[in-house]
């Protein structure tokens, strides 16, 4: 609900479980293959041996994500001779929705595999293992989706703080509801730049910002630790950006005479291979989101708390700003993301947003419980019905949520 993009920048974040899920039937085999199957036609059959496993970072195909889990979980226990699995995958979490269908199937590929090797882990471990084990396919992402995905519980938000992880219960105010509506465009972090150039700007911002004020930026990797080191607000680190960064885009010269580095040095030691190419970088407009954003969760978390009459309006009005930052400084937003959010908006939702990793996917939306469905049918009626494509979508792409629980196991005696 609030925390967007910040979490792989150290901050805390506010979400909440759907109650969309995916299914894994799990038949320990005595041969060393992972035997992998899924219930949609669109996503063919795989075998693999079950001690040789490759990912393939370049296509981000459907079984590579149950590799991540089971690698990770293998990796973990230093593990050699590995038990085979025949696992028939399911789910209703719609693909590329920005709703994490690739994490919930690297978690319960872990889950399963702890399961069938008879290995016990606790919740905030084995998040911490899935959110490790998503970049063997090349997403820097900050672990939000894995811990959501162990710690969630029905009936409540979470707040999830990182190192070390902990999750804090977060009571949702009566009287609304949360609606999911997916824009129907498709959007693939494992296959875009997009994602993965974000969380180098966020690097570069924090690198250039500890420079200025004096610290030891080349050990600094993320926008939280200069608050921590400095030991001041949000507040003031929105203050810190606007001194210390202009808006016009930075290229890799001016960030090597910023950092005093050789470009050589910038490629090597600070880009990811996949953003050594890009030329140009965007630091104060990252930095300014992902500082105003982490106030954001804390304002969100504090109104849930007092639960003033006014909630409602006050977390809408916290979503609302939570997406032009989205759109305008971090730019992760699309115009069809845009148009649901004014077509929510209009139709009585207190406050709309982009959910997930933008550029396409869903919007998620506070709605008082009074004008539900009239906003559902007005919303299917102004997005939906308009555009052949997405009203084939439409069963799986509106719908009213409540907070879910996490991963479960069930055993057959």
């Known amino acids: 609900m609030t925390g967007e993009h910040i979490d792989y920048c150290g901050y805390s974040v506010l979400p909440m479980a759907v109650e969309q899920d995916m299914l894994i039937a799990v038949e320990p085999v005595k041969t060393h293959t992972l035997q992998l199957a899924n219930t949609n036609p669109l996503y063919p059959d795989f075998s693999t041996s079950a001690n040789n496993i490759y990912i ?14 089971f690698k990770g979980i293998q990796e973990h226990f230093g593990l050699s001779k590995l038990t085979g699995m025949n696992c028939l995958v399911d789910g209703n979490i719609p693909p590329g929705s920005g709703l994490s269908s690739s ?9 399963v595999t702890l399961t069938v090797l008879g290995m016990s882990l606790s919740k905030v471990e084995l ?21 959501i995905s162990f710690l969630a519980e029905e009936g409540t938000a979470k707040l999830i703080e990182f190192s070390p992880l ?3 219960d977060v009571k949702l105010p009566s009287g609304a509801v949360f609606v999911i509506a997916n824009s129907c465009v498709e959007m693939n972090k494992a296959a875009t730049s997009h994602f993965n150039v974000r969380v180098m700007e966020c690097r570069l911002a924090a690198k ?28 003031e680190m929105l203050l810190v950006t606007e001194d210390a960064l202009h808006a016009e885009p930075y290229s890799r010269e001016e960030i090597c005479r910023c950092l005093g580095i050789s470009l050589e040095e910038l490629r090597t030691q600070i880009l990811s291979p996949n953003t ?21 969760v ?22 609302n700003q939570s997406h032009r930052s989205c759109r305008d400084m971090y730019e992760c937003s699309c115009p069809e993301l845009d148009q649901l959010v004014d077509i929510c908006r209009k139709f009585g939702a207190k406050g709309s947003r982009l959910t997930g990793a933008g550029w396409g996917g869903c919007t998620v939306s506070i709605v008082p419980t009074d004008v539900l469905s009239s906003f559902l049918t007005n919303v299917h009626e102004a997005y939906y019905q308009r555009n ?21 196991v069930f055993l057959e005696a």
């Open 56 to 69: 393939d970072k370049t296509k981000p195909l459907w079984h590579n994500y149950f590799l991540c889990g």
């Open 103 to 111: 994490s919930a199937l690297v978690c319960c590929a872990g889950l």
């Open 127 to 147: 998040a911490e293992i899935c959110a490790k084990s998503e970049r063997y396919i090349g997403t820097e992402g900050g672990g939000m989706d894995q811990s």
């Open 166 to 168: 902990r999750a804090t």
């Open 208 to 235: 250039v910002l500890a420079k200025h004020k004096g610290l030891q930026w080349d050990k600094v990797l993320r926008l939280e630790e200069v608050q921590t080191k400095l030991g001041v607000s949000l507040e």
């Open 276 to 296: 050594q190419d890009e030329l140009t970088f965007k630091l104060y407009q990252r930095a300014k989101h992902v500082y105003s954003e982490a106030a954001r």
């Open 298 to 319: 804390l304002q969100f978390k504090q109104v849930c708390e007092e639960a003033p009459d006014n909630a409602v309006q006050l977390l809408g009005e916290l979503m």
């Open 388 to 408: 052949s494509s997405s009203l084939a979508l439409e069963k799986h792409s509106l719908f009213a949520t409540k907070p879910g629980g996490g991963a479960l």
